[in-house]
């Protein structure tokens, strides 16, 4: 059974840091691609990263390019989401999420191509 096991959220200050965790469970994880995506109160959850655990490929959305640095250590199972800058509008329920298939830039964000989720972690910024 596939298990997704996110921590490491919790309240932060604007321009402050937080680091994600994703324990993963369950599966051959190299062969997995991992994203984290969020979901702030009323609105759709969107895609935050995402990384191919065979490969190391990564994405990114946009607006947290250059704040956000997602990374694999493989031999412990577990996904990262190292958080910087962090604004009031980073607000939301994070959640990791695997799948079997590697994800291209063009589909990686879309939360059906992933089959198992984790609970999610809150994260919330004070400005």
């Known amino acids: 059974e596939v298990q997704l096991v996110e921590s490491g959220g919790g309240l932060v200050q604007a321009g402050g840091s937080l680091r994600l965790s994703c324990a993963a469970s369950?599966?051959?994880?190299?062969?997995?691609?991992i994203g984290w995506f969020r979901q702030a109160p009323g609105k759709e959850r969107e895609g935050v990263s995402c990384?191919?655990?065979?490969?190391?490929?990564?994405y990114y959305a946009d607006s947290v390019k250059g704040r956000f640095t997602i990374s694999s250590d493989n031999a412990k199972n577990t996904v990262y989401l190292q958080m910087n800058n962090l604004q009031p509008e980073d607000t939301a329920v994070y959640y990791c999420?695997?799948?079997?298939?590697?994800?291209?830039?063009?589909?990686?964000?879309?939360?059906?191509?992933?089959?198992?989720w984790g609970q999610g972690t809150q994260v919330t910024v004070s400005s």
């Open positions: 999420a695997a799948d079997s298939i590697d994800k291209s830039i063009n589909i990686w964000y879309l939360t059906y191509e992933y089959d198992s």
């Open positions: 369950g599966f051959t994880f190299d062969d997995y691609a």
């Open positions: 990384i191919s655990s065979s490969d190391g490929r990564t």
